[in-house]
């Protein structure tokens, strides 16, 4: 099992950046892929970017290839999430998730495939 706690969220204005942290308990993070979540208000919660169990696969929504970047350091047990040239329309609450799985590349964009769950960081992008 593995707890997980999101951190690194705020109030930013639009273009700015934020890095959000994801710390995992336990000896066993390198056993799962991550991902990004986010739910905005009144909206369903939407997958952002994941990150295989080695890091050398990583996976983006469209809205967020080239401004979003999702990395890992297994050392630390935690995954981070660098947002630039945020936009409003980025506002939300962001999970970050577990998924454990063989595959050390494989990472999947279905929340349903996640085991674990952080409680969420709020991300506010004014215009």
């Known amino acids: 099992q593995v707890q997980l706690g999101e951190s690194g969220g705020g109030l930013v204005q639009a273009g700015g950046s934020l890095r959000l942290s994801c710390a995992a308990s336990g000896r066993t993070f390198s056993s799962y892929a991550m991902g990004w979540f986010r739910q905005a208000p009144g909206k369903e919660r939407e997958f952002v970017a994941a990150?295989?169990?080695?890091?050398?696969?990583?996976y983006y929504t469209d809205s967020v290839k080239g401004r979003f970047t999702v990395s890992r350091d297994n050392a630390k047990n935690t995954v981070y999430l660098q947002m630039n040239d945020l936009k409003s329309e980025d506002t939300a609450v962001y999970y970050c998730?577990?998924?454990?799985?063989?595959?050390?590349?494989?990472?999947?964009?279905?929340?349903?495939?996640?085991?674990?769950w952080g409680q969420g960081t709020q991300v506010t992008v004014s215009s």
């Open positions: 990150i295989s169990r080695n890091g050398g696969s990583t």
């Open positions: 998730a577990a998924d454990q799985r063989l595959s050390i590349v494989a990472v999947t964009t279905t929340q349903y495939d996640y085991d674990y």
